[in-house]
């Protein structure tokens, strides 16, 4: 099984302020990483697919970088409802599916 | 409109079973896999099981839930079931449906509201 560990577990910063999370996956993933926002009561997000690619409708201050077991989703300039918490998650082999233990991006 | 709609959910004591559904609507289920994800409170996302497009290919489930949780498919009515059984206190979380962006992938750009199952006695 793929573990997915993310870092930091909390993120502290202000709007206006770039925001960086990052997956480190147990092993080579290739490219095959996703990242995903949830917010409180809502179902997660689809962010970002095949480690760099923005899903329908996201925003361009969202983006992600990386390949093999390393990862990166930068907002290069957060807006108020950015605020939320981000999983990774891979599908380069699976079952099972596996997602990352989250990052929790709060208001400082 | 994509839409996923799950139901189902409730309390029900350890030992227990449930049934949860999820009417799709806005696309062509019958040509899209599908999966179920569940969340306990305050925790991350779990994969539960996944079920190929077609009933012969595949289905999969998480370690945790083998056994005990049966995922099936009614094309005909465009919906997905998850049958759990011998249902645990682990088990409580609120249970997605999801679709993957691209049939053979496993990334997921709809999921449903989500419901809520909570076992305890």
């Known amino acids: 099984e793929i573990v997915l560990t993310q870092s930091p577990g909390t993120l502290s910063l202000s709007p206006g302020e770039r925001a960086t999370f990052s997956c480190r996956a147990s092993?080579?993933?290739?490219?095959?990483l996703a990242w995903y926002q949830q917010k409180p009561g809502q179902a997660p997000r689809l962010l970002i697919y095949?480690?760099?690619n923005r899903a329908t409708g996201i925003p361009a201050r969202f983006s992600g970088s990386g390949s093999e077991t390393d990862f990166t989703l930068t907002i290069s300039s957060l807006e108020p409802e950015d605020f939320a918490v981000y999983y990774c998650?891979?599908?380069?082999?699976?079952?099972?599916?596996?997602f990352g233990q989250g990052t929790r991006l709060e208001i400082k | 409109e994509v839409q996923l709609v799950e139901s189902g959910g409730g309390l029900v004591k350890p030992g227990g079973s449930l049934r949860l559904s999820c009417a799709a609507s806005?696309?062509?289920?019958?040509?899209?896999?599908m999966h179920w994800v569940r969340q306990a409170p305050g925790k991350g996302l779990e994969w539960v099981s996944s079920?190929?497009?077609?009933?012969?290919?595949?289905?999969y489930y998480a370690d945790s839930v083998r056994g005990r949780f049966t995922i099936s498919r009614d094309n005909a009515k465009n919906s997905l079931f998850l049958q759990m059984d011998s249902l645990r206190a682990e088990d409580t979380a609120v249970y997605y449906c999801?679709?993957?962006?691209?049939?053979?992938?496993?990334?997921?750009?709809?999921w449903g509201q989500g419901t809520l199952v909570t076992v305890s006695s």
């Open positions: 998650q891979q599908r380069v082999n699976w079952p099972p599916i596996t």
């Open positions: 999801a679709r993957p962006s691209v049939n053979d992938y496993a990334d997921f750009d709809y």
């Open positions: 095949d480690a760099s």
């Open positions: 079920i190929s497009s077609s009933y012969s290919s595949y289905i």
């Open positions: 092993q080579s993933i290739s490219s095959y």
């Open positions: 806005g696309f062509t289920f019958n040509s899209y896999n």
